[in-house]
């Protein structure tokens, strides 16, 4: 195998289990559940088809479930995030140019469309989480805010993640 399947593969273990030994059992204020994990699905090189992206999305997301006891409700985002990936990528990150991105970080593309990207599909995924969780109307107010508030400390958290774990641009 060669050196990027073997950095994603490293990059998934290490998000899972910081996700699930740590992240998992961090509620702020009842309205925030960090859950960094996501990234693995946002960082996967632009040149991966749109069905191993699914199927990667929703593994990802299963591994959680059953590792959570939840429901499903992250193989549903994480699979939603995929989806919008497929759509969104391309116009954020390469603003429509044929160019494979091996790593899309912080540090591969220019960081405002790397932030961009982040907080659409962190967005996407929350909203979707906590929409399916809720299953109501009724809280729709409760939601949104979940959604916000979760979606900055998440990306927060990303952007950390990356100036510590990701190599420059110039490194690579």
């Given at each position: 195998m060669n050196r990027l399947v073997w950095r994603n593969i490293g990059r998934f273990v290490l998000l899972m289990l910081l996700q699930l030994l740590v992240l998992n059992n961090v509620y702020?204020?009842?309205?925030?559940?960090?859950?960094l994990y996501v990234l693995f699905i946002l960082m996967l090189p632009t040149s991966v088809g749109r069905v191993p992206l699914l199927l990667t999305a929703f593994g990802t997301g299963l591994?959680?479930?059953?590792?959570?006891g939840a429901l499903?409700?992250?193989?549903?985002?994480?699979t939603v995030v995929a989806m919008m990936?497929?759509?969104?990528a391309d116009r954020i990150l390469t603003r429509g140019e044929n160019v494979t991105i091996e790593t899309p970080s912080v540090?591969?593309?220019t960081p405002q469309y790397f932030i961009s990207y982040l907080l659409l599909?962190?967005?996407?995924?929350?909203?979707?989480f906590y929409?399916?969780?809720l299953f109501s109307f009724r809280g729709l107010g409760e939601v949104l805010l979940a959604t916000v508030c979760s979606?900055?400390?998440?990306?927060?958290l990303v952007i950390l993640y990356q100036y510590a774990f990701v190599r420059r641009k110039e490194e690579q």
């Open positions: 702020l204020g009842g309205y925030v559940m960090p859950m591994v959680v479930d059953i590792m959570a499903g409700f992250h193989a549903l985002a994480c990936r497929i759509t969104f540090f591969s593309v599909l962190t967005g996407a995924f929350y909203l979707v929409s399916v969780e979606t900055v400390v998440t990306s927060l």
